[in-house]
């Protein structure tokens, strides 16, 4: 529940009560549809958070920088987008967090900001308390577009009748 994964500083969801969606994009391996994305979002003067691995931000450096310089956030979504319900050393859990985050400041000149997306959403209760121990707020989402099946996807009439009835108030897409 929002209230359960709150003691952690973990959400699934925003503010119910508020008009809102929050738009959110895990980024493993650029796929040649970032800079669209970010143009459209400029274009809407929308802002977004972006949820990056280790090899997004090496083999991608100026889309990193462009997230950073057009007022995005920038997420932590482990530097090799592991299991990270199956790490339970705490030392571990750090050093995939702490990896992205020396590569974000290489490349941007800035601290990572302190938010977090376990990979495929896996977790385990421990995971939340590791997160927030290093001081990240860990962000799941209360409604996703399976994307990442690029061949497999459907027109933009479909994907927009699919999503739209599914939106609610406080949404973290």
């Not at 925003?14 to 980024?27: A, R, S, W």
């Not at 143009?39 to 090496?58: E, N, R, T, Y």
């Not at 967090?97 to 959403?121: A, D």
Request: hydrophobic content about 35%; charged content about 20%.
């Amino acid at each position: 529940t929002a209230q359960s994964l709150a003691q952690y500083d973990a959400y699934y969801v925003g503010d119910t009560t508020q008009k809102v969606l929050y738009l959110t994009f895990d980024c493993g391996y650029e796929n040649g549809y970032t800079a669209q994305i970010l143009d459209v979002l400029k274009d809407h003067q929308a802002s977004a958070a972006f949820f990056v691995v280790g090899h997004m931000i090496q083999s991608s450096p100026d889309l990193i920088r462009r997230m950073v310089q057009e007022g995005h956030i920038v997420g932590n979504h482990t530097f090799h987008h592991p299991d990270m319900s199956a790490i339970s050393d705490q030392s571990k859990f750090q050093q995939e967090l702490e990896e992205l985050e020396q590569l974000y400041q290489e490349t941007t000149g800035q601290t990572l900001p302190r938010f977090y997306r376990p990979p495929q959403g896996k977790y385990s209760e421990e995971n939340l308390r590791q997160a927030q121990a290093l001081g990240y707020r860990t962000v799941f989402w209360s409604l996703a577009y399976v994307d990442w099946y690029v061949d497999d996807q459907p027109t933009a009439e479909e994907a927009f009748s699919k999503l739209i009835p599914r939106i609610h108030n406080g949404a973290i897409v």
